[in-house]
């Protein structure tokens, strides 16, 4: 027989917040740049979305854009989207910033049917801290949230590469 065995399908990591302007594309950039450093990129997919869809097809909000270029990653490329039933089977890994946006994705899942792939980003964040990555939109911090963000995501990482697809 010739040929490779075929290559594995990506794990699939959606990051969900409200506005999905703030925090979210945050922690996209973030772990995509994360995954790209640990020689994973076409190995996990990143992406975001909002709970809402009040900010549909506008940029990231520019205190985002502005912490995201102050540690080299871009936003330019960012469009809001709402989150949708059909994400809750296309994703792996839906990814709550807040507690108020994993119920928000929990009651999207009215069924319940994949309640074991929504997770709270900063529960796997090492160390003592919140829970909640703040909603900067009206308070700013800026700067805290994407120090916050990006310790989630390390740890998220570390569970992604350590969990097999059959588990999610
Ligand atoms: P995000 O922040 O959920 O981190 O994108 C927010 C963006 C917009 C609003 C609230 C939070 N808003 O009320 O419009």
């Known amino acids: 027989m010739t040929g490779s065995a075929p290559a594995a399908a990506p794990v699939r990591v959606l990051f969900v917040c409200l506005g999905n302007i703030c925090r979210s594309p945050l922690a996209e950039v973030i772990m995509r740049d994360l995954v790209s450093r640990a020689g994973l990129a076409g190995?996990?997919?990143?992406?975001?979305a909002g709970t809402s869809d009040y900010h549909a097809g506008e940029p990231a909000h520019r205190g985002s854009i502005a912490a995201?270029?102050?540690h080299g990653l871009?936003?330019?490329?960012?469009?809001?989207?709402?989150?949708?039933?059909?994400?809750?089977?296309?994703?792996?890994w839906l990814v709550a910033m807040d507690t108020d946006n994993r119920n928000g994705l929990q009651h999207l899942d009215r069924h319940q049917?994949?309640?074991?792939?929504?997770?709270?980003?900063?529960?796997?964040?090492?160390?003592?801290?919140?829970?909640?990555?703040?909603?900067?939109?009206?308070?700013?911090?800026?700067?805290?949230?994407?120090?916050l963000i990006t310790r989630g995501c390390e740890g998220?990482?570390?569970?992604?590469?350590?969990?097999?697809?059959s588990q999610r």
């Open 43 to 48: 190995h996990i997919e990143v992406a975001s």
């Open 68 to 70: 995201a270029e102050r």
């Open 74 to 92: 871009s936003l330019a490329a960012h469009a809001a989207r709402g989150v949708t039933e059909a994400d809750l089977d296309a994703w792996d």
């Open 113 to 147: 049917r994949r309640h074991d792939r929504i997770v709270l980003l900063l529960d796997y964040a090492h160390g003592d801290g919140p829970r909640d990555v703040p909603d900067p939109y009206y308070s700013g911090g800026f700067e805290a949230v994407y120090a």
């Open 156 to 165: 998220l990482l570390e569970a992604v590469r350590s969990t097999p697809p």
